[in-house]
């Protein structure tokens, strides 16, 4: 029940394209998701999150997506750049479990010029 | 600001020994967890430390073991290594009751852990 399901294991998108990500979640007790950006050598950074009260949340390029009833969220990357290239993570906690993080398996995305 | 810091930043051991890497919360922050992240996974949780104590600990043998000093600073100290324990050990922080500001959580650049 702790399980946080990502897909697709990786992704192809052209410069300029949409990339899109997504998460599903089974433990009706989260209550906060974040995503996550990580590059090769590098530690997680905090790319954008989201709590349940809200449908959509965007900031810049990236948009959350989430959807409630049906335990799913996703990542919308707009415009996607090479520098965006880097593996995504998104994860969910609940506030009784005092922020600790599941994460999902990873997408690692491509960006071609 | 001084974001989270951790040392060493990578480190090779032998099968057997102990091993112990360090962490500085977010500046503000007072709550430190920890995670493992094996080649080509997501973080998994190992613990988490508040005021000094563990809070709450994920499906990790007792071998992983921490601490937590009076600055909030923390250390995680794994014995009797496996050749399975290599991995990126990462250091989050975040504030204890920051349900307001959507309980945000920095992770520092990690520590690679190899044990040969």
């Known amino acids: 029940q702790q399980q946080v399901k990502q897909s697709p294991q990786s992704l192809i998108v052209q410069k300029g394209g949409i990339s899109i990500i997504n998460c599903a979640y089974e433990?009706?007790?989260?209550?906060?998701f974040p995503w996550y950006q990580q590059f090769p050598g590098k530690g997680p950074a905090l790319l954008i999150a989201i709590r349940p009260d809200v449908s959509e949340k965007k900031e810049g390029r990236f948009t959350i997506s989430f959807n409630k009833s049906a335990k799913q969220f996703s990542l919308h990357i707009m415009d996607s750049q090479p520098g965006d290239s880097a593996t995504y993570f998104c994860?969910?906690?609940?506030?009784?479990?005092?922020?600790?993080?599941?994460f999902g398996s990873g997408t690692q995305l491509t960006v071609l010029p | 600001d001084a974001g989270v810091t951790q040392s060493p930043t990578h480190l090779i051991k032998t099968r057997g020994q102990q091993v112990t890497l360090r962490c500085s919360p977010k500046?503000?922050?007072?709550?430190v967890s920890w995670y493992q992240q094996a080649l080509g996974q997501g973080p998994q949780f190992i613990f988490q430390?508040?005021?000094?104590?563990?809070?709450q600990r994920g499906n990790f043998p007792d071998r992983f073991s921490g601490h937590q000093f009076p600055n909030y600073s923390s250390e995680l100290n794994v014995n009797a290594l496996l050749l399975g324990d290599s991995a990126l050990y990462l250091c989050?922080?975040?504030?204890?009751?920051?349900?307001?500001?959507?309980?945000?959580?920095?992770f520092g650049e990690g520590s690679w852990l190899t044990v040969v």
């Open positions: 994860a969910a906690s609940g506030w009784g479990s005092a922020r600790q993080l599941t």
């Open positions: 989050a922080s975040s504030l204890m009751g920051d349900r307001g500001h959507g309980n945000t959580i920095y």
């Open positions: 433990n009706t007790a989260f209550d906060y």
């Open positions: 500046s503000g922050h007072d709550t």
């Open positions: 430390y508040y005021e000094e104590e563990e809070r």
